[in-house]
């Protein structure tokens, strides 16, 4: 009997895998990339047509002696890693580090299964090919663009900077998004408005013994001739007085009928985005968990199975026969209503690569309830979002009946409108954030022409908000929409502009720390082809015509590292190195007499003691601004939080609990005297009763 061989990647998946095969099958796991370009250099041979040159990883060796006993031993051999590109190149580097294409009496054979399956597993067998050398070259180029930007920027960065920093093709594109953000939201001046509401007693309160209902509120619009913006105090007060003595009569009643579409099925990006935003997980955290979802996890009952689909696609498209399954399971469980006629609408876009499926589970009839006692609470939140996600995508859309009111009051007009759930759709199973709907009822008894009794006219006062800081989701859909990386990317790229502290991450939102300004100017200065959006994007463009075989790999290497070279001397010449540590300062150390210096550590500036390893004094370092604090008259000086974002804040802090996120100008607001920031080219009064603007960037201070 012919013995066979298949070897996947991840020892996790050995387990699940073998009990779907015979006897004659041998299951062993690579545990990864077996090869790689070496570490202490850059490893492409530059003067010979960029020849990357592989060497075994490190505590490799083993993992190599124990496969080649098992090549030995078999007939037949499957090279069962991941179904993308970067498991395509782990199988062709096994090829290679095993000499299985050296082997004249052994077949070597590629499969791949979107999900581990006993189904899956077994057609991929039926269906063996060979390797497709697209998908390898495709990770090739992109190891190596990235190997180039990596190995021949950071030096240049621990050369006029400090250590440990580094430069990547995506993760510089990443960070300069960020910070191109932060400065969007400190050049933002906000523009006053205000807005009116009208509360009226609620036509429904009639008839003894009826609860009171809330009333109903409408808001302030214009005119019949358009829409009119309140941008003072002034202009409230003009239309609050022609509103005196004025009858309130509803002018017009529209009702109709609105429809909420059911969500797509996940993808690596939308999966990562709702993880976030519902469950508040990291995109590193949620592509873990959903990693042991697929490759396998112990449920009462049916022993060590896989949950999910593979993890890393762009694709919303569902076989066909778990589609089928699905309506059935829907039609089932919750009736032939609920289940969606026709074809679920899919994603679109330039971007998607269709060779896998949208992330699904296995089986939609392993409820979340049915494993929810076998998974941590982790990993069973992660599979019932994914459960709820696809069983929502094939359900029928939600509908609202909708009531929107014109309120006529002399020749102004108010607004109001109210929707009510008529059929909840894929509502009864998957619900997110969004879901506010206007909780007042408008009575069927309100009718055209009726009269409404004012009950309170109320103004509030608002300012225009600036964009919002990124978080990781908003981040990621960023990155998506601008064609930048692609799904096995976002993750690590976050977690390096994390890790290297050039972004800290409070409350959800991502901010820039003085390293990663500095780091961005630099790349920004002296590579602005790296960093640039567009560049980048086309980048990835040929990179994905090179995994469609229609552009050939060394083309887009040969054509990108010369102007990389060039542009990496240049900078050598000319970039200055940046001094972020051991100034010398003025503050004395109190334990030795030295003038203390300014280092940069992971949080940001601290004074230490020039005597190390004599004298271990440090302390938290302040600069001051040369303003006073307008709350107790103390130096206002430069601080940061303890993830190393800036912020001015009071010299007599606790004790004064004056702060601001923009800095201090010594510029007094000529209307009121008060303090004035830096928004951009202009200084903006902190008084919220002022607000005056200085638009003249020559007053402010660089």
Request: proline share 5%.
């Amino acid at each position: 009997m012919a013995k066979y061989l298949v070897i996947v990647e991840s020892p996790a998946k050995v387990k699940t895998i073998k009990k779907f095969l015979g006897s004659n099958y041998e299951v062993d796991a690579s545990g990864g990339h077996v090869r790689d370009l070496p570490k202490s250099q850059m490893g492409i041979d530059v003067d010979n047509d960029y020849e990357p040159k592989y060497i075994t990883i490190r505590g490799k060796g083993e993992v190599l002696s124990k496969l080649r006993k098992e090549v030995k031993k078999a007939d037949v051999i499957y090279l069962a890693t991941d179904p993308d590109r970067e498991g395509e190149a782990i199988s062709w580097h096994l090829m290679k580090a095993l000499r299985l294409d050296e082997i004249p009496d052994k077949k070597v054979l590629r499969i791949s299964f979107n999900e581990i399956t006993k189904n899956a597993v077994k057609a991929s067998l039926k269906e063996p090919r060979g390797l497709d050398m697209d998908l390898v070259n495709a990770q090739q180029a992109r190891r190596i663009l990235d190997r180039m930007v990596g190995y021949r920027i950071s030096p240049l960065l621990w050369a006029k900077v400090k250590r440990g920093l580094s430069a990547g093709r995506v993760q510089s594109v990443a960070l300069r998004m960020i910070c191109d953000r932060e400065e969007e939201i400190d050049a933002f001046i906000p523009e006053e408005y205000w807005e009116i509401e009208a509360d009226f007693e609620n036509p429904g309160d009639s008839g003894r013994g009826r609860a009171r209902r809330k009333p109903l509120t409408a808001r302030f619009s214009g005119t019949k001739n358009g829409k009119i913006v309140l941008r003072s105090r002034e202009d409230v007060d003009r239309v609050l007085e022609k509103l005196k003595d004025c009858s309130y009569v509803v002018d017009e009643i529209r009702r109709g009928e609105r429809i909420r579409k059911a969500p797509i099925s996940f993808t690596t990006s939308t999966l990562q985005q709702e993880a976030s935003k519902s469950l508040n997980f990291s995109t590193q955290k949620t592509m873990r968990l959903a990693q042991q979802l697929y490759e396998g996890v112990a449920v009462k009952g049916r022993g060590t199975i896989a949950l999910i689909t593979y993890l890393r696609t762009d694709s919303t498209r569902v076989a066909a026969e778990a589609d089928a399954s699905a309506r059935e399971f829907i039609a089932g469980n919750y009736g032939e209503k609920y289940v969606a006629k026709g074809e679920p609408q899919t994603a679109a876009g330039a971007n998607i690569q269709d060779a896998h499926e949208a992330i699904r589970p296995t089986d939609i009839t392993l409820t979340p309830a049915q494993v929810k006692d076998s998974l941590q609470r982790d990993l069973f939140r992660l599979y019932q979002l994914i459960w709820r996600r696809f069983a929502a995508s094939r359900m029928k859309p939600a509908v609202y009946a909708t009531v929107n009111v014109k309120v006529k009051a002399g020749d102004y007009e108010f607004h109001l409108s109210a929707s009510r759930m008529t059929f909840d759709g894929f509502m009864s199973i998957y619900t997110d954030e969004e879901e506010s709907e206007n909780s007042v009822g408008i009575p069927d008894s309100l009718t055209e022409g009726s009269r409404l009794e004012l009950l309170e006219l109320r103004e509030s006062r608002h300012f225009t908000q600036p964009p919002a800081h990124y978080t990781e989701a908003s981040l990621v859909k960023a990155l998506e929409e601008e064609g930048i990386g692609r799904p096995s990317t976002y993750a690590p790229t976050i977690t390096i502009i994390l890790g290297r502290r050039y972004v800290i991450k409070e409350n959800k939102n991502l901010y820039v720390t003085e390293l990663g300004g500095i780091v961005n100017r630099i790349m920004k200065e002296n590579f602005p082809s790296i960093v640039d959006l567009k560049f980048t994007a086309n980048m990835e463009y040929l990179l994905d015509g090179v995994e469609d075989g229609t552009v050939d790999w060394k083309t887009v290497v040969r054509n990108f590292y010369p102007d990389l070279d060039e542009a990496v001397k240049q900078a050598e010449k000319e970039l200055e190195s940046v001094k972020v540590a051991d100034e010398v300062s003025s503050e004395v150390c109190e334990m030795c007499g030295r003038n203390m210096v300014i280092k940069y550590g992971p949080h940001g500036m601290f004074l230490a003691c020039p005597g190390f390893p004599e004298c271990r004094n440090t302390k938290p370092y302040f600069e001051k601004t040369g303003v006073k604090c307008p709350k107790c008259g103390g130096d206002i000086i430069v601080r940061r939080t303890k993830k190393g974002r800036t912020f001015y804040g009071c010299s007599n802090a606790p004790g004064c609990d004056f702060m601001s996120w923009q800095k201090p100008s010594a510029i007094p607001c000529p209307k009121c005297g008060g303090l004035m920031v830096e928004k951009g080219k202009r200084l903006l009064c902190i008084n919220p009763d002022c607000k005056s603007q200085i638009s003249d960037s020559t007053n402010i201070s660089k």
